[in-house]
């Protein structure tokens, strides 16, 4: 059986949950395409993990039904993008949607130099560094979103924000566009990447296009399209579509529950190591852990914290529960 055949929810509308990996087209916002899911599978309950630009296109992972109580689990993990950087050119928005502000009118092959000192400054951004955030981004500003502000001739007062670069390929050049694949943190802009890397080359940059082909393990080769979605007549086949939830939480530590354990968690009470109700898969470290819940029959339960205080001996609360896994009686 495959993952997406293991994805539970074919029976009631209510009983819909999981995730679905789409491949956003150009154009639509997230929360547009958003909108268009609810629709297709007539939730209510439907979020993203992360945002995509209009302009930019690839890997949008979406929390149906109770998935959505684990998005905040899924929306902090690494991505990796394709993105094309035009140099000589600055605009309002740091990508092509914007007004052209300044344009290089000197050499800019001359000025930018060849592959190996490009590669040198981009090598510069590697590693955690504070990046300050696109004018037109979705960062509120006293609960107002910074590009609201923008529009209306304001200068939103962002901070810099930290965020970590671990791997920046220079794909190709043709001048004055570059092509770069990009390995970063949650919250680390492309726009104000390429921005910055025209400021360093001091010719000016901004983002003329991005796909988003990877978050955390979930590769943009697994992803569905808009229109192939719409295009499946029955909700049973768009059901069939979706992951189980906890695809997207392996990098949290499994702990398994025993009979008695999954009753006491049943009624959101804490379990305790020394007491036998739960059992631990390889090393934990001392203190709060989140872990990933399972049943004795190995099926997912939720999310936890375990706080470790010694060697055998540690509290499991629950966290965020999949009720619908529960025994009902």
Known sequence: MTSREAAPGAGKVTDIRGLLLLDKPVGPTSHDVVDKVRRLFGLRKVGHTGTLDPLATGLLV?????????????????????????????????????????????DLAGQVGGREALAQVLAGFLGVSRQMPPSYSSKKIEGVPAYALARKGKTPALKPATVRIDRISLLSVELPHLELEVACSAGTYLRSLARDLGERLGVGGLLDGLVRTRVGAFALEEATSLAALANLEERADRVSCLLPVERGLERLKPVALTAEGLQKMFFGRSLDLAAGELSLEG?????PNDVRLH??????????????????????RPRRLMIEAFPAD
Do not use: H, M, N, W
Not at 75 to 99: C, M, N, P
Not at 295 to 315: C, K, N, Q, T
């Open 62 to 106: 979406l929390c149906l039904g109770g998935a959505t109580r684990f998005a905040s689990y899924l929306a902090g993990q690494d991505k990796v993008y394709r993105a094309v950087i035009r140099l000589g050119e600055v605009s309002s928005t740091d990508d092509a949607e914007g007004e052209i502000i300044r344009r290089f009118e000197g």
């Open 283 to 287: 090393e934990y470290a001392l203190g």
């Open 295 to 316: 049943a004795p029959d190995g099926s997912f339960l939720g999310v936890g914290v375990l706080e470790l205080i010694g060697r055998g001996a540690g509290v499991l």
